[in-house]
């Protein structure tokens, strides 16, 4: 599956990046009458289009509230928020909701109908001919790695997961730039929710759309993320790539929430592609470690730290080779990288 093929009906489908994804807050707050504090407090904070941007906080911090502004299910008291260079409420509620797509906890697929015509529901409403339809619902399909034979089949005849999944191609269904998630794996079993959250960072490579995705979960964040909010009653606490908020944590609530104090917890936190990326960018870091010769265990990027941990141990090398799924390779990581990263946020002497 292609992701020309998946953007064949979107308006900017010959910009190399599609800008139109860029999300920005701008001081937007939004307070609810049964509250003495605003669910929402001047957050600002601009989402660069096609990244995986996941909101984190504890329960009640106001993540569903933010999230729900961009889609106007909310309106903010003040502030502004604007989609791919345009302030939100200079679009027709309904078109604006077209470039968006929505995946909440709750699935929310009509029982009554079946798999195929909940997909496409909101092709139907666009007035898409039938033909088209019927593509893109095997597309979707094949995307969300379910069989076209399930496509007469009612949800209840689907596993929890598998219904997540087909919330997941309905959101996708009319191809918006963004999409908007809210807990959605918050409901499966640890098994599912795994392969889910792989599955969805697969996706996300293969789209290039801009995703918001809201958890409470610490790991499911740092698995899933490019860059992390972290929220706290109602404000933006930091805002930063996983390794970022690992290596330089801006107070002690980030601290705790990356258990500072516990190298392994930490390294269970940052992937190999997070010190790939790093590296490249030599922003917080420019270590390195030397390649190995002839090397028989092998990393992938979304390995975490932790099991690099064990990986190097067994092996007995200083560094290990990383390859991506077609065993192209990407570079090396070792401990020296583990070193670095661990001790980067130490004050100088
Ligand atoms: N529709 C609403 N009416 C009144 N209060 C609300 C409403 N939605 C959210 N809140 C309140 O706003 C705060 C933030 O809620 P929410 O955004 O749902 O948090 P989160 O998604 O982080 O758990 C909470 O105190 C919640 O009770
Ligand atoms: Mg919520």
């Known amino acids: 599956m292609s992701s020309e093929m998946i953007s064949s009906s979107a308006v900017t489908v010959d910009a190399p990046v599609r800008e139109s994804g860029e999300i920005v807050f701008e001081r937007v707050s939004k307070s609810f009458a049964t509250n003495t504090y605003p669910a929402v407090d001047q957050v600002s904070v601009k989402i660069t289009a096609c990244d995986l941007v996941v909101l984190l906080g504890p329960s009640g911090c106001g993540k569903t509230t933010l999230l729900k502004m961009v889609n106007r299910l909310y309106e903010p008291d003040s502030g502004k928020i604007w989609m791919g260079g ?141 860059k992390i909010i972290v929220m706290r009653a109602g404000k933006l606490v930091q805002y930063g790539t996983p390794l970022e908020l690992v290596t330089q944590p801006e107070n002690e609530f980030i601290e705790d929430l990356v258990g500072s104090s516990n190298i392994l917890r930490k390294l269970s936190l940052v992937n190999v592609n997070s010190i790939l990326k790093a590296r490249k960018n030599q922003s917080i870091y420019s270590g390195g470690s030397q390649p190995v010769e002839k090397p028989n265990t092998v990393l992938r990027p979304e390995d975490d730290l932790r099991s690099v941990v064990s990986l190097l141990l067994c092996s007995g090398k200083d560094s290990l080779p990383v390859k991506d799924s077609v065993g192209h390779l990407l570079g090396t990581v070792g401990y020296a990288d583990l070193r670095e990263m661990l001790i980067s946020n130490l004050p100088s002497e």
């Open 86 to 226: 345009k302030e939100i409420h200079t679009l027709p509620v309904n078109e604006l909701r077209r470039q968006i797509g929505y995946v909440i906890q709750q699935v929310g697929l009509f029982p009554h109908m079946t798999i195929q015509k909940n997909i496409s529901v909101v092709p139907h409403l666009l007035g898409w001919q039938e033909k088209r339809i019927n593509d893109r619902l095997e597309m979707l399909m094949e995307l969300i790695g379910l069989p076209v034979s399930y496509l007469p089949r009612y949800p209840r005849q689907l596993s929890g997961g598998e219904q997540q999944r087909v919330g997941l191609a309905r959101a996708l269904a009319a191809d918006p730039e963004i999409l908007l998630m809210d807990e959605p794996f918050a409901a499966v079993d640890a098994i599912n929710r795994e392969r889910l959250q792989s599955e969805l960072i697969d996706l996300h490579s293969k789209l290039n759309k801009t995703i918001l995705f809201v958890t409470h979960d610490v790991e499911e964040a740092f698995r899933l993320a490019n």
